[in-house]
Nanobody, 125 residues
């Protein structure tokens, strides 16, 4: 069974940092695009950043540049999302998703066919 599983969420104070992990089971992340999406309370889910794993190209949301860093550990079939200088508006459920790689990745939900259950991030003092 093809799955991705997120972990690493929790309660963080504003200004802090957090590392989220997305591990695949049942498939290797090579030749896949992996996207991180988030859904804030009361808002639609939005794409934050994605990576085309084999080529390494990334595609961050403009507002995520500089604070949201995506990286991979292909040997561990894991994609990380490091979030720095966390803000209260970063609160939400973060999902990772996998889809076929085409040399680039898109922050479009229809590009991904395997979704995780999400990990909750709460930024609060």
């Amino acid at each position: 069974q093809l799955q991705v599983v997120e972990s690493g969420g929790g309660l963080v104070q504003p200004g802090g940092s957090l590392r989220l992990s997305c591990q695949s089971t049942g498939f290797n992340i090579d030749y896949h695009s992996i996207g991180w999406f988030r859904q804030a309370p009361g808002r639609a889910r939005e794409g934050v950043v994605c990576i085309a794993v084999s080529g390494g190209s990334t595609n961050p949301l403009d507002s995520a540049r500089g604070r949201f860093i995506i990286s991979t550990d292909v040997a561990e079939n894991t994609v990380y999302l490091d979030i720095h200088d966390l803000k209260t508006e970063d609160t939400g459920t973060y999902y990772c998703a996998a889809g076929p790689e085409q040399g680039w990745c898109l922050l479009r939900e229809s590009s991904y066919d395997t979704w995780g259950q999400g990990t909750r991030v709460t930024v609060s003092s």
